[in-house]
């Protein structure tokens, strides 16, 4: 037991080819969409149902983090 905070990240991810394996993250535009290496653009572009509409939400640009926290807030509580 540790009295120090803990923050964990959890990545789920899935073959190309499939659909993904779940919808509870988000996958921001500097990994898919503006990362310089295709490889990486390639491995994290197979998006999730919550980033998709994500961004049909917030639109393409880039956001604040306190403005991305609100957009996935309104869409957390529009699905439950």
């Known amino acids: 037991m540790t009295e120090q905070e803990r923050k964990t990240v959890q990545i789920y991810y899935g073959h190309r080819d499939q659909p993904a394996m779940a919808n509870d993250s988000f996958t921001p535009t500097q990994f898919w969409r503006d990362h310089p290496e295709l490889e990486v653009r390639d491995f994290y572009g197979v998006l999730n149902d919550k980033t998709?509409?994500?961004?049909?939400?917030?639109?393409?640009?880039?956001?604040?983090?306190?403005?991305?926290?609100?957009?996935?807030?309104?869409?957390?509580?529009q699905n439950r």
């Open 52 to 77: 998709r509409k994500y961004f049909e939400l917030a639109g393409p640009e880039d956001h604040s983090v306190k403005q991305i926290a609100k957009f996935l807030y309104q869409l957390d509580c």
